[in-house]
Each structure stands twice: as structure tokens, then as C-alpha cells.
């Protein structure tokens, strides 16, 4: 089981910038990947950037510039450094977790924390 709890969430002018926080219950680096995904109202979740043990990064082309995935391992924390701020980035954001073995796939997800982008 791996508990994740976000925060950093607000509300920001356009092109302003944000960083969320995703605080796992276990230690990271025994996490395959660490990921933010993100989801409008009426919209599909969608991934937003993924982050594994290894250091191997994935941004959505949308993101991509734009935001950074990292990660604190003595702090069992992972941020999401969001800058250049649009509209469209208004989303309740979700940390995403994916354990994997040779047999077996798990998946949590995090509460999620809203963003909101706007004048």
C-alpha cells in the first residue's frame, strides 16, 4: 500500500508559476514510477509527466518546456514545477504511483489538488 497526498494547489495569473508536492507513506525509490496526471471538468485524466526510479522523465507534449517533474527521495516527495501558466492548465491534479514486478502491476492515486489559471 502506498498512501500519496498532494498540496500546492491554487489559483495563479497566466503565465505565473506553481509547484506541487506529492508526499508518498514509503519510500520513492522503491517506487518504479512516480507520475502526475491531470483532469478538466467534463475532460478524460490525462498524463501530465511520469518519473521512475531510474531518473527517466515523460512530459505530455502540451507540458513539454513548461513544467518539471522531480523528486526529493529523503523526503519520499515528488514536485511538479509548473511555469508559464495557461488557462487551459486549470485541472484538479492527481499523483499517480505504479509498482512493478515481472508478475504484477499496482496503481495509486492521490486525492488530487485543484489548479486553477486565470484572471
Known amino acids: 500500500q502506498v498512501q500519496l497526498v498532494e498540496s500546492g494547489g491554487g489559483l495563479v495569473q497566466p503565465g505565473g508559476s506553481l509547484r506541487l508536492s506529492c508526499a508518498a507513506s514509503r519510500s520513492i525509490s522503491s517506487i518504479n514510477t512516480m507520475g502526475w496526471y491531470r483532469q478538466a471538468p467534463g475532460k478524460r485524466r490525462e498524463l501530465v509527466a511520469t518519473l521512475t526510479s531510474g531518473g527517466t522523465t515523460t512530459y505530455a507534449d502540451s507540458v513539454k518546456g513548461r513544467f518539471t517533474i522531480s523528486r526529493d527521495n529523503t523526503k519520499n516527495t515528488v514536485y511538479l514545477q509548473m511555469n508559464s501558466l495557461k488557462p487551459e492548465d486549470t485541472a484538479n491534479y492527481y499523483c499517480?504511483?505504479?509498482?512493478?514486478?515481472?508478475?504484477?502491476?499496482?496503481?495509486?492515486w492521490g486525492k488530487g489538488t485543484l489548479v486553477t489559471v486565470s484572471t
Open positions: 499517480n504511483a505504479v509498482t512493478l514486478t515481472t508478475t504484477s502491476v499496482m496503481d495509486y
